[in-house]
């Protein structure tokens, strides 16, 4: 019995199971982590749509939810089980009583890490929902700025979508350093990333205030082709793949006559290869037909070059990738 790209039951989901997590996700915070060391010294965080709650898991392990001054907030419009030294606060993180709410938890103390893995219910419109994703982030970054320490850090889904350099734009007012990841256990079909803001340093003067909405650019559709420094293009950073959790890729399939097959799904090909390294991938089965000297370097597996208008062309393809 094969596995299709709809089985959700990847290997995440099934490492999640064995250790415990409520979700996959929580290994997304934890491969953000291993690249970034967000949790290096922090002692308080605030977890923005936490339900069913992997990530409060993940900070309450990593950063003492249960010590002596050590603070994790978890909100989201469901409601959670309980987790051990995480204060729960369900609403909605767009409204200011619930974002009035957080913020007194860190009055004269603040935050050191805000992290938000919100995602509104997905409509199938993709505008829609990247539009509805947005506002969420806006929401948190909001939040983010009453709570959060100089130098803090927050991190939140992101949709790349045809405007992201929008919110790219308005998180570097907020912070130094803003880099978009894309943890191995986010699934490659999905348009999801992180935003990983560090240094929070707000501009001189500025004071939070959560009346206003801080997206103060005005929506131009043209905004993606702005020039000089209105246009900010962030790095994008993968992360997890050596990860000691992720080493061993095998798990068990249940095949139809009831017993197990042990199933080693293929590691990924590099990223950036050259014509040479196309070579070699094709040796190793992982372009399908035959590649031409004269396409232009391969920047991509994924995103490979449209094939020569000519009828000797060969049309290079990829293989279907692991949804991991
Ligand atoms: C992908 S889940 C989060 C998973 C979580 N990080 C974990 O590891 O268990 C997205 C969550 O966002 C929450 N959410 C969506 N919009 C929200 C809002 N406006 N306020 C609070 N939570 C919201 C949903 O209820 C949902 O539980």
């Known amino acids: 019995m094969g596995r299709t790209s709809k089985d959700k039951r990847d290997v995440y989901y099934r490492l999640a199971k064995e250790n415990g997590w409520r979700a996959r996700s929580a290994f997304k915070l934890l491969q953000l982590d291993e690249q970034f060391q967000l949790f290096q010294g922090v002692t308080r965080a605030v977890d923005l749509c936490a339900a069913p709650g992997s990530w409060s898991q ?15 907030v978890a909100v989201d419009l469901q409601a959670m089980a309980p987790i051990p030294g995480v204060v729960q606060i369900q609403g909605d993180i767009t409204q200011l009583s619930t974002a009035k709410e957080i913020i007194q938890h860190f009055e004269g103390c603040p935050a050191d890490l805000v992290v938000c893995d919100g995602a509104p219910d997905v409509t199938g419109l993709h505008d829609v929902d990247e539009y ?5 982030l806006l ?7 009453h709570v959060l320490k100089p130098g803090g850090c927050f991190v939140a889904k992101i949709f790349r979508g045809r405007d992201v350099t929008l919110l790219y734009s308005q998180l570097r007012v907020f912070f130094s350093s803003v880099l978009c990841a894309k943890p191995r256990s986010s699934r490659n079909s999905s348009i999801e990333a992180f935003a990983v803001c560090q240094s ?54 249940d095949l139809e006559d009831g017993s197990e097959y042990k199933y080693t799904p293929p590691t990924q090909p590099p990223i950036s290869p050259s014509y040479q390294e196309a070579c070699r991938l ?34 290079l393809l990829a293989p279907e990738m692991e949804d991991n």
């Open 200 to 253: 929070y340093d707000p501009p001189a003067g500025f004071t939070p205030d959560l009346t206003r909405p801080l997206l103060d650019h005005s929506y131009d559709p043209d905004f993606n082709q702005l020039d000089g420094p209105s246009r900010i293009i962030v790095p994008f950073v993968t992360c997890g793949d050596l990860s000691s959790y992720d080493s061993d890729r095998s798990y068990p399939l």
């Open 139 to 145: 929401a948190a970054l909001n939040i983010a700025t």
């Open 282 to 315: 094709k040796k190793k089965g992982w372009l399908a037909k035959e590649i031409h000297p004269q396409h232009h370097p391969i920047s991509r597996v994924d995103t490979l070059p449209q094939p020569l208008a000519t009828p000797e062309s060969h049309t």
């Open 132 to 136: 509805m994703q947005a506002q969420l």
């Open 58 to 72: 993940v900070l309450s392990q990593k950063i003492g939810g249960q010590g002596c001054g050590h603070v994790v």
